[in-house]
């Protein structure tokens, strides 16, 4: 296993075991300009779907988030995400999605990314595409 693999794998089983409360409200985003159907978010965050027309999706996981994105949108908790991710890594050599500490972070990573797609506890300002709210 690749040591950023299992440095991944180690912090989503730490912070999404589901044991975490889940957040009332959670706003999917992306980049400006990008606007992917709500349906397809689960298709972005499990590698399925990498582009929309030209450009390249590029999703990230808010560490702060994950457990109430796990449950409410992929319906699954922090281990079987890992371990999804873990197979399809090794299988189709696909990098799961980075993972931002919170909201801010996953914000500026939304705005300065091309087809950056990401999560927040909060509703987001100006500057990028809301996809849904959950």
């Known amino acids: 296993m690749q040591p950023k693999h299992a440095i991944w794998i180690f912090s989503l089983l730490l912070a999404g075991n589901g ?13 400006a300009g990008v606007s992917i159907a709500a349906t397809d978010v689960r298709d972005v965050f499990l590698g399925e779907k990498q582009f929309l027309n030209a ?5 990230v996981d808010n ?8 449950e409410k949108v992929l319906k699954m908790n922090g281990i079987k995400y890992a371990t999804t991710w ?3 890594s090794f299988r189709d050599g696909v990098n799961p999605p980075a993972v931002m500490a919170n909201d801010a972070a996953v914000l500026e990573f939304i705005r300065r990314t091309p087809g950056g797609c990401g999560y927040l506890e909060m509703e987001p300002a100006e500057g990028v595409t809301v996809i849904a709210k959950y």
């Open 19 to 31: 044991a975490a409360a889940v957040a009332d409200d959670l706003y999917l985003a992306c980049h």
């Open 55 to 59: 450009v390249r999706l590029v999703p």
């Open 63 to 70: 560490m702060a988030a994950q457990p109430a994105f796990l």
């Open 86 to 88: 873990a197979k399809k």
